[in-house]
């Protein structure tokens, strides 16, 4: 990294910089998860729909896991049950096409999470983006499809620089 210092800041082998990238790649897996379980719903097969779901379940046993080792056990767990509700919500959604279900989906990503008394980050916006994905599957619009399905992991996976930066804050003794 020392040959880019200019455009590349900070140390890259810091506890900082392994959280933020470790939160990254599975809010990334997060969101594509969920689009490969909606689209199971959908259009695949009980064998596809099991496997997504396992796959999902398992990225937010790390996401808990992750979270929970900066902001505590608690926060952990609210955190991943951030995650399963919010994919039982995107399943839900895709097989029905309920706005109220849709509604709730982006209700569960706005913070306070829980019962407020834990740090959660503000995911409406990128929910809101998994769901556009999430409707363009239910219209059949794949010329959209990917691109919308592209800016939703995009835009939740960039959701770990700020939790990154609240728990350099909160934390600071956790990434010395």
Do not use: H
């Not at 210092?5 to 810091?14: E, K, T, Y």
């Not at 849709?102 to 999470?113: F, S, T």
């Not at 794949?142 to 992991?153: E, H, I, P, W």
């Amino acid at each position: 990294m020392s040959r880019f210092a200019d455009r590349l800041p900070g140390d890259a082998q810091s506890k900082a910089a392994a959280f933020r990238s470790g939160l990254d790649s599975l809010l990334l897996s997060q969101a594509y998860l969920m689009t490969m379980s909606s689209d199971a719903a959908l259009t695949g097969t009980a064998a596809q729909q099991i496997a997504a779901s396992r796959a999902l379940a398992q990225n937010a046993s790390s996401l808990e896991a992750l979270f929970g080792a900066v902001f505590g056990t608690a926060a952990g767990t609210e955190f991943g049950s951030v995650w399963n509700r919010e994919a039982l919500l995107l399943v839900a959604y895709a097989k029905s096409g309920d706005p109220g279900i849709r509604q709730n989906a982006i209700n569960v990503a706005a913070p306070p999470l829980g019962t407020g008394q834990i740090f959660g980050p503000d995911l409406t916006v990128e929910i809101t983006a998994t769901l556009q994905a999430v409707d363009d599957q239910r219209a059949r619009s794949f010329d959209k499809l990917a691109d919308d399905d592209r800016s939703a992991a995009t835009q939740l996976a960039a959701a770990g620089d700020t939790v990154t930066d609240v728990a350099l804050r909160q934390e600071p003794n956790k990434f010395l």
